[in-house]
């Protein structure tokens, strides 16, 4: 039985003949490791989770006058108003949770912290379940302080019946058009 930490190559000076196996940099997973999926994305990729549920933020576009009906939080004169539009596609065999989801957008220009809108025209609220096989297109609208520019940051969260945090959140940045 050997006393030395079996993760560290053992020295040549230890008088030990046999031949040690360098561990792997930390920076790369184990054989047996599925790489971590990347989470830093632009607006058109996709992020896919280990139950195969993909999502895609689509796009991120500018609210204009005709979304808002007569009742809608609509932007202030100092504020961007946008919609950021995203897809979920539920690759697995079983039904998606969809409440189980969060998202939140802020801006990345300056980090500036945006305030939730509402635009009923256009607007696709993300809730319920996703049946196998399925695709669901969801939108969420906000406004941004026009001196934090056009940049935005999307953060998607996801949670398990068990309030377990399912990856690492991704995170979408794009430009306001």
Known sequence: MSLIDPIWPRAASCGDTE?????????????DEEPAEDTELAVGDGFRYKDV?????????????????????KPEADQTGFRVSWDITNGSKKPIDLDAWGFDAQGATTGGTTES????????LMGGRLA????????????LPKADGLDIVFTMTRM?????????????????K
């Open 19 to 31: 031949k040690q196996a360098d561990a792997p940099p930390p920076d790369e997973p184990a054989a």
């Open 53 to 73: 549920a993909k999502v895609t933020v689509t796009k991120v576009s500018k609210l204009r006058a005709a979304d808002f009906g007569e009742y809608d939080v």
């Open 117 to 124: 809108l509402f635009a009923e025209n256009g607007s696709r």
């Open 132 to 143: 196998p096989a399925k695709t669901g297109t969801f939108t969420s609208e906000y406004a």
């Open 160 to 176: 398990d019946e068990n309030m377990n945090i399912l990856a690492e959140d991704p995170h979408w940045t794009g430009s306001i």
